[in-house]
């Protein structure tokens, strides 16, 4: 069954430094989706990206996050100069169709990116 | 504003037992989504049903169950003859016509634990 994955599992950097964390959605899907679950904490949206562009960001993905598709596989995310509050399990989502009416919300969630940041 | 309320924390039952975890929603679009997703111990998030707000009828699917009632803002999940291999978080979530695609609000979810 194809699957969303997530690479690394596990990262622990130090504050202030730059992380990629990297996601292979789906194959035939064109949405994707970054939310982050805070420690013991709801899950939280940061973007969806439609189109090589964000479609909708929420107000903590601020300047220092940053989502690339560079090739035709990966979606990564990038958090430049790290915070201890960064601290997070980021997931990574995909879905086949994302116009509201259709499938949207059928995401299919990778098994997270857990960052740690000292 | 949108939000989805789990008020219950934590819940432990023994194998056997039924059990309702609760969501109640709030929002003013008529038009929406709800859904229930699980988190087991090893963190994924699995996606257990969608439920649009013009379809108030009842779904079953195995031992799982899902109660959507409109008039309280409610869509709660019901899991019968709980098994441990049901332990896990549960989140429901509301995706609305004025958010995005994909943009669902979660709510803090509830942890269920079930002891053999």
């Known amino acids: 069954e194809p699957e969303v994955t997530q690479t690394p599992s596990h990262q622990v950097t130090q504050m202030g430094q730059e992380v990629i964390l990297r996601c292979v959605p789906i194959?035939?899907?064109?949405?994707f989706y970054w939310y982050r679950q805070i420690l013991g904490q709801k899950v939280e949206f940061l973007v969806s990206?439609?189109?090589?562009?964000?479609?909708?960001k929420s107000e903590i993905f601020d300047d220092q996050f940053s989502v690339e598709r560079p090739d035709g596989s990966n979606f990564t995310l990038k958090i430049r100069s790290t915070k201890l509050e960064d601290s997070a399990m980021y997931f990574c989502a995909s879905s086949e169709l994302g116009g509201f009416g259709t499938n949207t919300g059928e995401l299919f969630f990778g098994e997270g990116s857990r960052l740690t940041v000292l | 504003a949108q939000k989805v309320t789990q008020a219950q924390t934590e819940i432990s039952v023994v194998e056997k037992e039924d059990v309702t975890l609760d969501c109640v929603y709030e929002t003013r679009d008529t038009t929406y989504y709800l859904f229930w997703y699980k988190q087991p111990p090893s963190g994924e998030l699995v996606f257990l049903i969608r439920?649009?707000?013009?379809?108030?009828q009842n779904e079953i699917s195995g031992r799982y169950s899902w109660n959507f009632q409109k008039s309280t803002s409610s869509f709660n999940f019901t899991i019968t003859a709980s098994q441990v291999v049901d332990s896990a978080v549960y989140f429901c979530?509301?995706?609305?016509?004025?958010?995005?695609?994909?943009?669902?609000?979660f709510g803090k979810g509830t942890k269920l634990s079930v002891k053999p």
């Open positions: 990206f439609y189109n090589n562009e964000i479609s909708e």
């Open positions: 439920r649009n707000s013009f379809d108030e």
């Open positions: 194959s035939n899907h064109l949405y």
């Open positions: 979530a509301l995706n609305t016509y004025g958010g995005s695609q994909g943009n669902l609000i």
